[in-house]
C-alpha cells in the first residue's frame, strides 16, 4: 500500500504547476492532501478523482482557506468528515476513510494541523487543537489501526530543522509543541502510543528529510527547511513500513510529497 502526502497550498495551483500529471506516474493507492484551499465548486468534476483514486474532502467555510482530502483506490466502508469540535470543523482540518473487514478495523486519515505562526491568537488556537487530538487518537487507537498523514506544524526534534537554534521560540518549534509531539508518540498509558513512520526508516537523516521550506530569501535553494509533514500510525501497521521517499524534483507548493510504502493491502 503506498500512501503519499501532501500539502498543497492550493489544489488548483498545485495542479497549474503539474501535481496531477505526476500523480499518475506514483501508483498511489492513497493520498492525502492538506491546504486543499477550495470548496466543492471548485473540487466536483475537476479534482474529485484522479485516475483509480477517488476523493473525498472536508472544507472550511471560509473561502481559500485550509481544507484537506483524502483519495483512495478502495471504496471505504465509511467517511468521516470532521473532528468532532466545531472550531476546528469549521475550519475543514479532518477526514477519516474507514476500511473494516471482518476481524479488522483500520482507517486512513488526512489531517492539516493549525500554525500558529500569524500571531498569539492562532498559536493558542494550535494548543486548543493540540488539546482536543491527543485524547481523540488515543481513542481511536484503542479501536482500530490507522495510518494519519498530516502537516503537523510542528518540527519535533533538532534534526527535524536547519536553524533549531534561531527557533527556538517560534511556533512550530516551541516547546510545548515539541513535547506534545513526544506525548504523542510515548508509549506509555497516558502517551498516544504512536510511530513517526520516517524516522522509524530513517532515524539519523538530518538536511534530506525536510518537507517544507520558507518562501522567503532563499530556503529552498540553500535547503533551510522543516520537517513538517508526517505518516503517524499505530504500532502494528507503522511496522509494515518499507520505503520513504521525499519528492524534490519539481515544486509544487511550498511542502514536498512524502511518500511511504507497507506491507499491506486495503
Known amino acids: 500500500m503506498r500512501f503519499i502526502t501532501a500539502n498543497l497550498n492550493g489544489i488548483r495551483s498545485a495542479a497549474t504547476k503539474g501535481f496531477f500529471d505526476w500523480l499518475p506516474q506514483q501508483n498511489a493507492d492513497a493520498l492525502g492532501v492538506q491546504e486543499v484551499k477550495a470548496q466543492d465548486e471548485h473540487v466536483a ?14 472544507y472550511a467555510q471560509k473561502k481559500g482557506y485550509s481544507g484537506v482530502g483524502l483519495y483512495t483506490r478502495e471504496s471505504p466502508s465509511d467517511v468521516i468528515v470532521g473532528l468532532g469540535v466545531q472550531e476546528f470543523d469549521d475550519e ?8 473494516d473487514k471482518p476481524g479488522r478495523k483500520l482507517s486512513l486519515i488526512s489531517c492539516y494541523f493549525p500554525s500558529g505562526s500569524s500571531g498569539e491568537e492562532r498559536q493558542q488556537a494550535k494548543f486548543r487543537f493540540l488539546a482536543a487530538m491527543l485524547p481523540h487518537l488515543q481513542a481511536l487507537k484503542a479501536e482500530r489501526e490507522f495510518i494519519l498523514v498530516a502537516d503537523v506544524n510542528i518540527a519535533h526534534k533538532e534534526a527535524d530543522l536547519k536553524n ?24 506509555s498509558k497516558s502517551g498516544g502510543g504512536l ?29 533551510v527547511g522543516w520537517r513538517l509533514d508526517y505518516h503517524l500510525a499505530t504500532p502494528g501497521l507503522a511496522a509494515l513500513a518499507q520505503r520513504e521517499s521525499i519528492y524534490k524534483d519539481q515544486k509544487f507548493s511550498d511542502h514536498a510529497p512524502l511518500t511511504i510504502d507497507y506491507d499491506f493491502s486495503l
Open 45 to 58: 468534476g475537476v479534482f474529485c478523482t484522479s485516475g483509480p483514486l477517488k476523493g473525498d474532502f472536508h
Open 92 to 99: 475543514g482540518r479532518y477526514i477519516e476513510k474507514r476500511f
Open 164 to 187: 533549531w537554534k534561531g527557533n527556538l521560540k517560534n511556533s512550530g518549534f516551541l516547546p510545548e509543541e515539541r513535547a506534545w509531539m513526544t506525548q504523542l508518540l510515548d508509549s
Open 195 to 223: 510511530v513517526d513512520v520516517y524516522r522509524a526508516l530513517q532515524p539519523d537523516t538530518t538536511d534530506a528529510c525536510y518537507t517544507w521550506w520558507s518562501n522567503r530569501g532563499q530556503a529552498y535553494a540553500k535547503n
